[in-house]
């Protein structure tokens, strides 16, 4: 099938962020402000190092490993919550998601979740919906006073990004 046609925007997008228990615990953000943001995306998660000889280039090599990052926004709704899911909770592992799990493994030392963002696709005639889906992304938490007050997550990407 030929690509899309449809230019996306900020009203075709969905975020979902779920833990590593066998059974995902899972939060779809209600409330994003529709701008998640994903930097650092290459052929090969390396960087780059160039070698030279008396100013000459001599090779070009992966070395290092590199981690994609990003972020995003949400109005702020609540903040924690014992029975009732929060975004805050998922991600700091608290209130309803106290028994969350690492999605890097139930004895990791770092707590990490899934997060997809799925753009809106067959709406518009494409064949699929899109996804960027980001394994073991690790979060943190800004909290802004404001009209609205918001909540912005920033995450390091430690496993995979996969496309569709």
Do not use: W
């Not at 409330?31 to 960087?47: A, C, K, M, R, Y």
């Not at 960027?132 to 979060?139: N, P, Q, R």
């Amino acid at each position: 099938m030929s690509a899309s046609q449809v230019i996306k925007n900020f009203t075709d997008g969905s975020i979902k962020v779920e833990d590593g228990t066998g059974t995902p615990l899972a939060y779809t953000c209600a409330f994003d402000e529709g701008n998640l943001s994903i930097t650092g995306l290459q052929q090969q998660d390396n960087e780059i190092a160039t070698y030279e000889s008396r100013g000459t280039l001599k090779s070009v090599r992966h070395t290092a490993r590199t981690y994609p990052s990003g972020s995003f926004s949400v109005m702020l709704t609540d903040v924690t919550d014992g029975s009732d899911a929060t975004l805050i909770d998922i991600l700091l592992k608290q209130g309803a998601f106290a028994a969350g799990v690492s999605t890097l493994g139930a004895n990791a030392d770092v707590y990490a979740v899934k997060i997809t963002l799925t753009i809106e696709g067959t709406d518009h005639g494409d064949s699929a919906d899109h996804t960027f889906v980001m394994d073991d992304a690790h979060c943190t938490v800004d909290v802004s006073e404001g009209d609205p007050n918001t909540v912005t997550v920033n995450f390091t990407v430690y496993g995979d990004v996969t496309m569709t």
